[in-house]
């Protein structure tokens, strides 16, 4: 038997291999929906991967570092170093910011670390890490810095020093790695015009300038500009150790609480990108319903002008099987023609996309399937109209 | 004497109920013979279409009874169940316009019959170029239906109606689109085919250019048909 709806096409390809570029341009922008989905959870795992940290010790009563703020006294991990246990332990800051170069503005992540401890870049792909105790800066290759490049962050010009890449923060910003006392006094310290108001309103103030006490107000002063503060304590287990009783350990003596890679992985996918999930999940639906009943329209408007035809091929014998089955080889080869499309128009733009798109091969099978089930779908109400076609229709009168 | 290729006896359709029901065929009487082409003339709205239809088992008749080549497919009631098959296997259509498929070539839009009949791809073109070299459009098998002429287009629906070889084939007006030349031309087909075949041919037509060329003729008038002796005039 001959297949009839491959020789329909055949004979219009050119008007069915468009409207299967404009259906694959539509499903294109649903599978990048789905990769900026798979982007954000995996911008959340990457930045969980950076600091090779296997506990996350934070500000007691916070989703810190990523999901709340969270500080903690930058010499605390002293005392996280004696718990039975932990093999290594590092100070980070986390502060997203704006800043400065040569060819614009860009907004990144910037983490104070301490080169050594957890907490550093894992890898590099140009330059080198941070020797100096100051003003060098790694750079994720996202920010558009290079190599050299003098950059100003509030007070003091920086050096990127060296390049590395896939280190962003869960928004997606890159991350721009500089010596933890930097970083510290970026996030801490206040400006000189602020500290010299806030010294005078504590000298002003009887209660820190008393005249019996000599040396309360320098005190209250030197406390008032330290930045002894980190945002996160990063701990790596000895092998044998076990993170859970670790973990309970540091909430029970150290008053802080304590975070698994699980309980992060939770905190970053279920909280702080879920929001952000959900309105992808929802545009998702919407594009899928809207694809399918463009694919239903498309289906049926080139049914219905086949109606004469499909009278013909009733009258003279055909059955209904062969006409349904013409009309969803149709649509299945519509579906397959906007798949193609959509999957390499996808990959295309994907690199532009600001945010990281991770287009998975596992999404595209599902998608794949999908788009021919809402083709198969959506020829069901052009099966449905073919099959009320009367073969009488071709005869006159 | 052989059978009656068609045979029809007070075969009656009414359309709708009760005040609203219209009597479309009042007691039809038709005989055709194998190899016989008749022409059925009548006024607009006399039943001809309807006829056609019943005929074409696309609608159920009321009351009446049919039988193809002495075999009976209506009597008061279908005789038989699939009536795709019986449209496909004994009965050939031409339509007042070829109504040819677009999207298959000449070859694969008469071998589409014997096809649906459940005939091998390759038999089913051979028989077709066959019956398209019959009809002297041999040398357009693999042309594209709208490369086709007018003339051509009607020769290749002809060969379609005839490619399973039907005791009967039903014209539907298939000289209206035509000039004079070339509907006698259509005319003097379906005699040579009907002979060939033996097939009975049933000529629903308007066309006062072609009525002289039937030996018998079928008035249908308020859904009742008289016979009568045509010219027989040579197409």
Request: contains cysteine; hydrophobic residues 45%.
């Amino acid at each position: 038997m001959i297949n009839l709806a491959a020789r329909d096409i055949l004979h219009g390809w050119g008007k069915f291999v468009f409207t299967g570029v404009g259906l694959g341009l539509l499903i294109g922008v649903t599978l990048s929906m789905a990769g900026i989905y798979r982007g954000l959870v995996d911008d959340g795992k990457a930045l969980l991967a950076i600091g090779g940290a296997d506990l996350w010790v934070v500000q007691r009563d916070t989703l810190g570092p990523y999901a709340e703020p969270s500080s903690v006294r930058d010499d605390a991990y002293r005392s996280l170093l004696g718990i039975p246990g932990v093999a290594a332990a590092g100070n980070v800051t986390y502060l997203t910011m704006q800043i400065e170069h040569a060819r614009g503005e860009v907004r990144v992540m910037l983490v104070g670390f301490q080169p050594g401890h957890p907490g550093e870049p894992g890898y590099l792909v140009a330059g080198r890490p941070i020797t100096r105790s100051h003003y060098e800066a790694i750079a994720d290759m996202r920010s558009g810095l290079s190599l050299n490049e003098r950059i100003r962050i509030r007070r003091h010009e920086y050096i990127v020093v060296g390049l590395t890449r896939r280190m962003v923060s869960s928004g997606g910003d890159p991350m721009l790695f500089v010596p933890l006392k930097d970083a510290q006094e970026v996030q801490f310290l206040k400006d000189n015009d602020a500290l010299v108001n806030e010294r005078a309103r504590s000298a002003a103030n009887p209660a820190f300038n008393r005249p019996g006490v000599p040396g309360l107000l320098e005190a209250v002063q030197a406390s008032q500009t330290n930045s002894h503060q980190v945002n996160v304590v990063l701990l790596r287990l000895a092998p044998d150790a076990d993170e859970t009783r670790v973990a309970e350990q540091i909430r029970r003596w150290k008053h802080l609480e304590a975070y698994t890679r699980a309980d992060m992985d939770e905190i970053l996918v279920a909280k702080l990108i879920a929001t952000s999930a959900r309105q992808i999940f929802m545009f998702l639906v919407i594009l899928s319903v809207v694809s399918a009943t463009i694919v239903a329209f498309i289906i049926y408007t080139m049914t219905l002008n086949k109606v004469r035809e499909i009278a013909v091929l009733k009258l003279i014998g055909a059955r209904n099987r062969t006409i349904a089955l013409m009309i969803l080889q149709q649509a299945l080869g519509l579906g397959v023609i906007g798949f193609i499309v959509g999957r390499t128009a996808a990959a295309l733009w994907a690199p532009i996309f600001p945010k990281y798109v991770l287009l998975l091969p596992g999404d595209a099978v599902r998608g794949a399937l999908l788009v021919l089930l809402i083709c198969a779908l959506a020829s069901v109400v052009a099966i449905r109209a073919a099959l009320r076609v009367d073969p009488a229709a071709a005869i006159g009168g | 004497m052989a059978q009656p290729a068609i045979e029809i006896n007070g075969l009656a359709k009414r359309y709708g109920e009760g005040d609203a029901a219209v009597d479309a065929l009042k007691g039809v009487d038709m005989m055709i013979q194998p190899g016989e082409v008749v022409g059925l003339i009548g006024p607009s709205g006399s039943g001809k279409s309807t006829l056609l239809k019943c005929l074409g088992a696309v609608i159920e008749p009321t009351s009446g009874r049919m039988a193809l080549a002495g075999k009976a497919i209506y009597d008061n009631g279908w005789k038989v169940t699939d009536l795709r098959a019986l449209r496909r296997d004994r009965i050939g259509f031409v339509f007042q316009a070829p109504y040819l498929i677009p999207f298959l070539n000449v070859t694969d839009n008469v071998a589409l019959l014997p096809m649906l009949a459940g005939l091998p791809n390759s038999q089913a073109r051979e028989q077709a170029r066959q019956m398209l070299a019959a009809l002297d459009v041999g040398h357009r098998t693999q042309a594209q239906v709208r490369q086709l002429s007018g003339g051509e287009q009607q020769r290749v629906s002809i060969a379609r109606a005839l490619v399973n070889e039907p005791p009967i084939v039903l014209a539907d007006e298939p000289t209206a689109p035509l000039d004079s030349e070339r509907a006698l031309t259509v005319i003097r087909i379906l005699n040579q085919m009907a002979q060939r075949f033996q097939t009975a041919i049933i000529v629903v037509t308007h066309d006062e250019k072609i009525i002289p060329t039937f030996k018998r003729l079928y008035h249908i008038r308020d859904g009742r048909t008289f016979e009568a002796a045509g010219e027989g005039r040579a197409a």
